[in-house]
Nanobody
Framework: QVQLVESGGGLVQAGGSLRLSCAAS????????MGWFRQVPGKEREFVAG????????YYADSVKGRFTISRDNAKNTVYLQMNSLKPEDTAAYYC????????????????WGQGTQVTVSS
């Protein structure tokens, strides 16, 4: 089992940057593919970015490609989401998730979730 805790959210102006972190407990972090999702009230949770177990493969939603970068440090049991050139439409609660397989973009394909961190981008 894995416990996930996100941090790094906040309020930023359009065009700014934020880096989200997701710290995982347990000794099996490196055996999980990791993903970042986001959700706004009244809408379904949306895939943002994913990374394979070893970190060698990354994949992104078209809406964030070229602006967001996912990375992981297995020695620190942490996954990151660097968000640049933020837009008001990026405003959402951001969640990290752990799953058994890489290249999964549906929320039901992930097994463990953090509690979320709010990102608000002002225009």
């Amino acid at each position: 089992q894995v416990q996930l805790v996100e941090s790094g959210g906040g309020l930023v102006q359009a065009g700014g940057s934020l880096r989200l972190s997701c710290a995982a407990s347990g000794r099996t972090f490196s055996s999980y593919a990791m993903g970042w999702f986001r959700q706004v009230p009244g809408k379904e949770r949306e895939f943002v970015a994913g990374i394979s177990r070893g970190g060698g493969n990354t994949y992104y939603a078209d809406s964030v490609k070229g602006r967001f970068t996912i990375s992981r440090d297995n020695a620190k049991n942490t996954v990151y989401l660097q968000m640049n050139s933020l837009k008001p439409e990026d405003t959402a609660a951001y969640y990290c998730a752990a799953g058994s397989y890489a290249y999964r973009t549906n929320s039901f394909q992930y097994d463990y979730w953090g509690q979320g961190t709010q990102v608000t981008v002002s225009s």
